[in-house]
């Protein structure tokens, strides 16, 4: 079973367009985060949710949008799409105060904005 | 802002040499966690580092913590073609909840 999933894998879209990409976690932690890696490998936070309340907002266009229906997804909707959004977008999870901290990553969705 | 810092950003090894990566902090960090992500995959945790001076082995890899908790080092031993991929130090950021603060990662690469 897989413990961070995140659909869709691969997304290519036209610039202007909007789209969302979607994570589950099943390891019953409390924090999920969206994270952007950037085609130099520079992993950045973007977003973190807290049972579904947003506590980590770093600077990020508005056009970018989480959501957390409850606190084993989080999804990240993306507006008017731009060439410079084309990256891969890590979803991950954990529950702070627990052991290592450690944070469990999505298998990535790779966004390729043309 | 606070910085996470990450040297080299590239290593190319023959297999079997040996391969140090170093992180330094522009604060004093609670503590330190190392990933590693192979290509076209994602980070998976490695290890987390707490108490000043400290080290850590796995196997041929061995992680360092600095007495002042503001740098730290990953050196894998013998390197093999499996140990290939991107190593990345983080740090806790200000905010709390685990936020991290990610160094730009060490990408190697094992010739056999």
């Known amino acids: 079973d897989t413990a961070v999933s995140q659909t869709p894998k691969y997304l290519v879209t036209q610039m202007g367009n909007d789209k969302s990409i979607k994570c589950e976690q099943n390891?019953?932690?409390?924090?999920m985060y969206w994270y952007k890696q950037d085609s130099k490998k520079f992993l950045k936070i973007m977003f973190s949710?807290?049972?579904?309340?947003?506590?980590i907002n770093e600077t990020v266009p508005n056009r970018f949008s989480p959501k957390s229906p409850d606190k084993a997804h989080l999804n990240l909707h993306i507006n008017s799409l731009e060439l410079g959004d084309s990256a891969v977008y890590f979803c991950?999870?954990?529950?702070?105060?627990?052991?290592?901290?450690?944070?469990?990553f999505g298998p990535g969705t790779r966004l390729t904005v043309l | 802002g606070q910085q996470v810092m990450q040297i080299p950003q590239y290593q190319h090894v023959q297999e079997g040499e040996d391969f140090t990566t170093y992180c330094n902090s522009s604060?004093?960090?609670?503590?330190i966690q190392w990933y590693k992500q192979r290509p076209g995959g994602h980070p998976v945790f490695l290890i987390q580092l707490v108490k000043s001076g400290e080290v850590k082995k796995q196997k041929r890899l061995t992680f360092q913590f600095g007495e002042a908790k503001k740098n730290s080092s990953l050196h894998i031993t013998a390197t093999q073609t499996t140990d290939v991929g991107t190593y990345f130090c983080a740090g806790p950021g200000s905010g709390g909840y685990n936020k991290l603060i990610f160094g730009a990662g060490t990408r190697l690469a094992v010739h056999p």
């Open positions: 390891l019953g932690h409390d924090t």
């Open positions: 949710y807290n049972n579904k309340e947003l506590i």
């Open positions: 991950a999870s954990s529950s702070p105060g627990w052991g290592n901290n450690e944070q469990f």
């Open positions: 604060t004093t960090l609670s503590n």
